[in-house]
T-cell receptor, first 112, second 115 residues
Framework: AQSVTQLGSHVSVSEGALVLLRCNYS??????LFWYVQYPNQGLQLLLK??????LVKGINGFEAEFKKSETSFHLTKPSAHMSDAAEYFC??????????FGQGTELSVKP | EPEVTQTPSHQVTQMGQEVILRCVPI?????FYWYRQILGQKVEFLVS????????KSEIFDDQFSVERPDGSNFTLKIRSTKLEDSAMYFC?????????????FGDGTRLSIL
């Protein structure tokens, strides 16, 4: 069965610092992985997806994620945090039927 | 860019009452989903819907829940007799294909509060 674990329910960085949000997955089949972002009072917006093409995936707003099969990880990074990046971030994997299985979410705070 | 829209944004209902949450998926999408997020918990799958029938449902989606696509544009979630534990944010999503690699596009959600 598919599952996702996000390490750290809350991450705080300074503006301009590296953002690293961790995601590990478990999947019985080659996984399709997604990162979604949720700004306050809004829905889930797709940041990026991994669908077995390139292992380094670039998304919107300067975010990227690297798929590492040996580590069963799909961590999200951004070289330089901006105040507008403050939001909740969700890692998700799809099961063969197509439904999304989400991690617990990581709230990112950005300090000036 | 096309969007999934959900109404209402906030619904307050007395326990035991019926509630209908509405969604307008992206117009050329064929696969529809409902998820919910109880405050402080992870987003959970409720049901998927394709070709006018349920494709898959979770254990949460019991006899009190139903979904319908009454016309060519709306996709609704009905809870027949609401319970306190139904209080949550409900998200509708749609995708153009059922493939596991296809991204789902989400609405802004309906916050359901049961009193």
């Amino acid at each position: 069965a598919q599952s996702v674990t996000q390490l750290g329910s809350h991450v705080s960085v300074s503006e301009g610092a590296l953002v690293l949000l961790r995601c590990n997955y478990s999947s019985s089949v080659p996984p399709y992985l997604f990162w979604y972002v949720q700004y306050p009072n809004q829905g889930l917006q797709l940041l990026l997806k991994y669908t077995s093409a390139a292992t380094l995936v670039k998304g919107i707003n300067g975010f990227e994620a690297e798929f590492k099969k040996s580590e069963t990880s799909f961590h999200l990074t951004k070289p330089s945090a901006h105040m507008s990046d403050a939001a909740e971030y969700f890692c998700a994997v799809t099961d063969p039927g197509g439904k999304l299985i989400f991690g617990q979410g990581t709230e990112l705070s950005v300090k000036p | 860019e096309p969007e999934v829209t959900q109404t209402p944004s906030h619904q307050v209902t007395q326990m035991g009452q019926e509630v209908i949450l509405r969604c307008v998926p992206i117009s050329n999408h064929l696969y529809f989903y409902w998820y919910r997020q109880i405050l402080g918990q992870k987003v959970e799958f409720l049901v998927s819907f394709y070709n006018n029938e349920i494709s898959e449902k979770s254990e949460i989606f019991d006899d009190q829940f139903s979904v319908e696509r009454p016309d060519g544009s709306n996709f609704t979630l009905k809870i027949r007799s609401t319970k306190l534990e139904d209080s949550a944010m409900y998200f509708c999503a749609s995708s153009g294909d059922a493939g596991s690699n296809q991204p789902q596009h989400f609405g802004d959600g309906t916050r359901l509060s049961i009193l």
